[in-house]
């Protein structure tokens, strides 16, 4: 009798976890789609931004909003260790989005001076210029 | 003869020290990147940490792609 509760514990919590998993993975799915929409994109600061003209919906401007508010934690934790300013930080992030790079071909991106880029196959992305080889 | 050997001299010497001795100024202002280079040096310093924020938090960026 007892371990038979023990087991439905067991099964309701690995269902919450389950759970939990699902709405982490349905807002990266959000994100993503929206990121593969040119909705949004990464820029040279480290952070998401909106593509200017694109129909953002509320609910999309507050997981980015989101998203950017849990970077923003990263990168403050992090600068505050190695003693450097949060946008140096960021920029470091940023740098490693863009060579590595974490923008896929046909998404967006904001340049170093501001402006909005596509990637293409083609084409070399545009890397901040504060960035090392 | 001498004498105006002399001056026609000091006269060279003194065209010569009247001859403006143009400094032009650079067309564009002088830039100074010095605050470019700190940075890109504290970013390559960072680089490590930067990679390891993005391995450890990937449900925050984008997937990596090639």
Redesign the interface.
């Known amino acids: 009798m007892k371990r038979r509760f023990v087991l439905a514990g067991i099964a309701a919590l690995g269902l919450a976890l389950s759970a939990t998993l699902a709405v ?1 993975q349905a807002t ?1 799915t959000v994100l ?1 789609q929206a ?1 593969a929409n040119g909705l949004i994109g ?1 820029q040279a600061d480290g952070y998401l931004g909106f593509v200017p003209g694109a129909a953002i919906s509320a609910d999309l401007r507050g997981r980015v909003d989101q ?1 950017n508010i ?2 923003r934690q ?2 403050t934790r ?1 600068a505050t260790e ?1 003693s ?1 300013s949060v946008n ?2 960021a ?3 940023a ?3 863009f060579q ?6 046909g ?1 967006r991106y904001r340049n170093e001076a501001g402006q909005w880029r596509q990637r293409t196959a083609g084409a070399d992305i545009d890397v901040p ?4 080889e | 003869m001498r004498a105006a050997l002399l001056t026609s001299l000091g006269a060279a010497v003194l065209a010569a020290g009247c001859i403006p001795v143009q400094i032009q100024a650079p067309d564009e202002p002088i830039e100074i990147n010095l605050n470019v280079n700190i940075r890109q040096e504290v970013i390559v310093r960072l680089e490590r940490d930067a990679a390891e924020l993005l391995d450890q938090n990937s449900d925050l960026f984008g997937g990596t792609t090639p």
């Open positions: 982490a990266d993503a990121r990464e998203n849990q970077r990263l990168y992090r190695r450097v140096e930080m920029a470091a992030v740098c490693e989005v590595r790079p974490r923008i896929a071909v998404e210029s504060f960035c090392g």
